[in-house]
């Protein structure tokens, strides 16, 4: 009897334990599927040590108060790995809808084709993810439209004919730097042609200033002599070694072509400490802070401002119409290398000292306090 009591005592244990293991399983933080669905969306932006996207985060939570939906936003630090890690972590919580913004566009690839074969819904943001058919929309300014910009402000305030021209441009890796450059050459180009200006730091520029349309290659050419990589650190030592190099029919009056607002700021304060460099014109993008305080101060130009509130709208609202089981509306699409991606463009507009009040302190994207000698 006493044999068969604890017989029974410890088939009761085991039956505990096991009741026990399978609740911690089923509840805890493991990879369960049962940990899964809490997370709808997942949000993956490059780095935190930009302004830009720092920025973005803060305004993706400003748009997800009110929503139903519930999001998780992480940052991949400038590394695709810890990308990739970030894109696995998420899946493992159950999103039905991936927004990324790849540190490299080719390089994001394996992280979203992961995506893809978990049935979730990939949303390029910003930047598109390039050689692969597992994207699904692209939110984004219209990069060509921002190359553009830059350079008509250069034709539209250069002086005289062989004005010296440097020519900047994003990370290699980034299919926004092609865009842009590509947008910036076909305006920039017959200027350069008719003598307008005169390339000052590349050898692949000059050789092909009478090409209008630029094959990729060709962009990869000069973009590879010229490229930042978005640091403004790069920046800064590629300018000094360009004006070192330059003689003095490539100073005077010249005008710069800077990709965004944190290499624009590099630049600018290289070329004036230049004593032969008499005046500059040089562009930027993405309405920085320090940037928007340079164009007050007169150190830099001109930025190209993408209000990330409209573009973060437009990303959202793809990404609840698909949960709602709606189909989003683009406006256009873009070729990735594989696939022609679904594309929902937002406008950009040109921002120098005769608007910047209007355009960034009068919509309420800057408050005035921000800003000293803001008339």
Not at 21 to 31: E, I, Q, R, Y
Not at 48 to 65: S, T
Not at 298 to 312: A, E, H, I, N, Y
Not at 343 to 372: C, H, P, R, W
């Amino acid at each position: 009897m006493i044999k068969n009591l604890k017989r029974l005592t410890f088939i009761l244990v085991l039956l505990f334990v096991t009741i026990v293991a399978t609740a911690c399983n089923s509840n805890g933080d493991g990879d369960s599927k049962s940990n899964k669905n809490k997370i709808d969306v997942g949000i993956v932006l490059p780095t935190k040590d930009e302004p830009r996207w720092v920025q973005d985060e803060q305004r993706f939570k400003d748009a997800l108060k009110d929503s139903k939906y519930s999001t998780e936003i992480l940052f991949s630090q400038g590394s695709s790995a810890k990308e990739k890690e970030n894109v696995e972590s998420l899946l493992n919580k159950g999103i039905k809808v991936l927004i990324i913004t790849p540190q490299d566009g080719a390089a994001a690839g394996a992280a979203v084709e992961a995506a893809k074969k978990e049935g979730v819904t990939v949303i390029a943001y910003d930047r598109l993810i390039t050689n692969t058919d597992a994207v699904d929309y692209y939110v984004t300014f219209d990069s060509l439209a921002v190359g553009a910009a830059q350079a008509q402000y250069l034709i539209d305030n250069a002086n005289g004919s062989n004005v010296p021209l440097y020519l900047y441009a994003g990370a290699a890796s980034d299919n926004n730097a092609f865009l842009f450059f590509e947008g910036a050459w076909k305006v920039l180009q017959p200027k350069i042609a008719d003598g307008t200006f005169k390339i000052a730091n590349s050898s692949e520029a000059e050789k092909l200033k009478d090409t209008a349309e630029l094959s990729r290659d060709q962009l990869s050419k000069i973009i590879g002599q010229v490229t930042t990589n978005w640091d403004p650190n790069k920046a800064k030592n590629k300018a000094q070694t360009h004006l070192t190099a330059a003689k003095a029919d490539l100073k005077g009056d010249v005008a710069i072509l800077a990709p965004n607002d944190g290499t624009a700021r590099s630049i600018a304060d290289v070329f004036s400490t230049d004593k032969a460099v008499k005046s500059f014109v040089v562009t930027g993008q993405d309405a920085e802070k320090a940037s928007i305080q340079y164009i007050i101060d007169g150190k830099q130009s001109m930025t190209v401002f993408k209000d990330v509130r409209t573009l973060v709208t437009d990303a959202m609202g793809v990404a609840v119409e698909v949960l709602d089981g709606k189909t989003p509306e683009t406006t256009g699409s873009y070729d990735n290398g594989s696939v022609e991606v679904k594309a929902k463009q937002t406008d950009v507009i040109v921002v120098n000292k005769d608007n910047v009040k209007k355009e960034l302190i009068d919509s309420a994207y800057y408050e005035a306090s921000e800003f000293n000698g803001l008339e």
